[in-house]
């Protein structure tokens, strides 16, 4: 029912907590601030959370945006693969209402947006939302109509993007975007009124958050950590660091023979799940350093993988000289696979 993967905020495949933009904490969710100047915050996994969860996701501001010049925005958002939602039969008569629900928690109360976007028809519609109470949890649901003039693709591409909009300047404003329009930078963060990057005392939490057909929120379609796991590793995949692996492991991915006269070693790696495409492959040596494999437990070695396809790959190969050709000095390789939206 729930077409969000991680709504629960409890896979960090990647890491607890980054200062940096894009998916880096929580899987499947995608932190972007665009046109700052001072702005630096933290996204993090964290374990405050309403009753019923055990874990949220936070964005907390460490330094304010003090020279705004009206081109800013942040958001916090998920890309839904275009073929899971056929369903909604986007460009008929027959397009279904969706709805979203979640729960928030923010210090700064006020109007807060989210944004529906069609990337196929390249089509927006806004919803907005108020926090009420400062540093408190709050339900929140919100609900569209469907697209009759849309389009999503069935294929492996996205096909919404479910934007939680914290910063909205004005040139991100000025356009109304309830009703479903064509995209324009306007119509973007219609009806924000809070600036989530002008103190260090704001901060954004959320959890639960669930998009489903129809008119009414239902309640919040709970998945085992293994089975939630299982979804967010279609996308991304690692044998090192996070909540899963060992960081400074080289042995639970690749392991292979060196071939004679070759810089390379021909083995096995295979992923959890076949993922979404063919993903990119950064390989980590038996000391964490990416870029590098390991020879015989103690050689570290710059290179890449090889034959690489959705479901795994075959071959490492050193970016220069030959691997020690003895059948016995085994090649080994964590790796971090990357097929997101």
Not at 26 to 32: E, F, G, I, K, Q
Request: a negative charge; glycine letters at 10%; one cysteine or more.
């Amino acid at each position: 029912r729930n077409k969000i993967i991680n709504g629960a905020m409890i896979i960090a495949q990647r890491g607890t907590l980054s200062t940096a933009t894009g998916i880096k904490t929580v899987d499947r969710w995608d932190t972007h601030a665009s046109g700052m100047d001072q702005l630096a915050f933290t996204q993090k996994q964290v374990t405050d959370s309403p009753d019923g969860f055990s874990n949220s996701y936070e964005i907390d501001i460490t330094t304010a945006e003090s020279a705004q010049a009206g081109d800013e925005y942040m958001r916090i958002q998920q890309k839904i693969e275009a073929q899971d939602l056929q369903y909604l039969s986007y460009g008929t008569s027959s397009a279904k209402n969706v709805t979203v629900s979640f729960w928030v928690k923010a210090y700064q109360t006020g109007d807060y947006v989210v944004n529906f976007y069609a990337q196929d028809g390249n089509r927006q519609i806004t919803r907005t939302y108020t926090v009420n109470a400062s540093a408190t949890w709050e339900y929140k649901s919100v609900t569209i109509p469907g697209d009759t003039s849309g389009t999503i693709n069935n294929d492996t591409g996205a096909g919404l993007h479910l934007a939680f909009i914290v910063i909205a300047d004005s040139g991100y404003r000025t356009t109304d975007s309830t009703s479903w329009i064509n995209y324009t930078d306007g119509g973007y963060g219609y009806g924000q009124t809070v600036n989530l990057g002008s103190s260090t005392d704001n901060y954004w939490k959320i959890t639960g958050v669930q998009l489903e057909a129809g008119p009414v929120a239902t309640p919040f379609e709970h998945r085992s950590f293994g089975e939630e796991l299982s979804r967010c590793q279609r996308y991304y995949y690692t044998t090192r660091g996070g909540s899963v692996g060992n960081p400074n492991s080289d042995s639970a991915g690749f392991f292979g023979v060196p071939l004679n006269n070759n810089p390379s070693a021909f083995g096995t790696a295979k992923f959890a799940v076949p993922m979404r495409a063919t993903p990119t492959v950064v390989l980590y040596d038996g000391t964490a350093t990416a870029g590098k494999f390991t020879q015989n437990g103690n050689n570290y070695f710059p290179g890449t993988a090889g034959g690489v396809q959705s479901n795994g790959f075959n071959l490492v190969t050193r970016s220069s000289g030959y691997l020690s050709d003895d059948a016995n000095l085994t090649v080994t390789a964590g790796f971090t696979a990357d097929a997101e939206l």
